[in-house]
């Protein structure tokens, strides 16, 4: 069982930026990819990013491209999404989650350990 514990939400205002951070309790070997979601109330969990664990490839929602970033430290167990500015369109609880095996990295369902999420809040 692997524990996910999300840090860094917050209130700022439009334009600002936040670093978002996940803490893993341990790293697999069967680790696939790690990724960051996003859920408003009324709303599905909407996919933000993702970084495969072999190799680092990551991949960025269209919305987010060229403003968010996300990266790893390995030594640490650490996950980090870097939030440059950023819009009201943006505000949301925050989930880190980890895919253990092969899937679409972009599908909240294929992802097997969840955070509890860190609220985003970006005032206009």
């Known amino acids: 069982q692997v524990q996910l514990v999300e840090s860094g939400g917050g209130l700022v205002q439009a334009g600002g930026s936040l670093r978002l951070s996940c803490a893993a309790s341990r790293r697999t070997f069967t680790t696939y990819a790690m990724g960051w979601f996003r859920q408003v109330p009324g709303k599905e969990r909407e996919f933000v990013a993702s970084m495969r664990w072999s190799g680092g490839r990551t991949y960025l929602a269209n919305s987010v491209e060229g403003r968010f970033t996300i990266s790893r430290d390995n030594a640490k167990n650490m996950l980090y999404l870097e939030m440059n500015s950023l819009k009201p369109e943006d505000t949301a609880v925050y989930y880190c989650?980890?895919?253990?095996?092969?899937?679409?990295?972009?599908?909240?369902?294929?992802?097997?350990?969840w955070g509890q999420g860190t609220q985003v809040t970006v005032s206009s």
């Open positions: 989650a980890e895919l253990t095996n092969s899937g679409d990295y972009t599908n909240p369902s294929a992802y097997d350990y």
